[in-house]
């Protein structure tokens, strides 16, 4: 990981601590730390559903140039949501329950299709 990427990764851990002691002001701390339970939970179980060895999948046909299925996308995405929901945090859980609506899963493997064939295209001089 890069410098820029740490950086980015302590910016968000920091706006994430922030959110949560103003949800916790609001709510009360009994408050934040149920929501955060709930969210966790429903992390745990949408991961229990999907295996880590998804990762693994996805990362295997993008080294071989081929797109993964519209199922493995959605399963991956479903994957990741879990992991973003185990995350404590407001925007991590705002991403993470933004993943489990099909329409939002679907938009985004779109966009990632066309990300990866332009990519291939560019490297390949199509």
């Known amino acids: 990981m890069s410098g820029v990427h740490w950086s980015l990764l302590g910016l ?11 949800l916790g002001r609001e709510s009360g701390l009994l ?3 149920l929501l955060s339970s709930v969210t966790a939970v429903g992390g745990l179980w949408l991961m229990r ?6 990762w693994t999948l996805v990362e295997i046909e993008l080294q071989q140039h081929r797109l993964p ?4 996308w959605q399963a991956f995405l479903l994957w990741l949501a879990g992991g973003l929901l185990l995350v404590p945090g407001v925007l991590t859980d705002a991403l993470g329950l933004s993943l489990t609506v099909p329409d939002i899963r679907s938009a985004l493997i779109d966009q990632l299709n066309r990300y990866f064939r332009q990519r291939w295209n560019a ?3 199509n």
Do not use: M
């Open 49 to 54: 559903e999907e295996d880590f060895s998804i």
């Open 31 to 33: 408050g934040t730390i």
């Open 69 to 72: 299925t519209d199922e493995l």
């Open 123 to 125: 490297a390949h001089g």
């Open 12 to 22: 968000l851990i920091l706006i994430e601590g922030l959110l949560l002691i103003l």
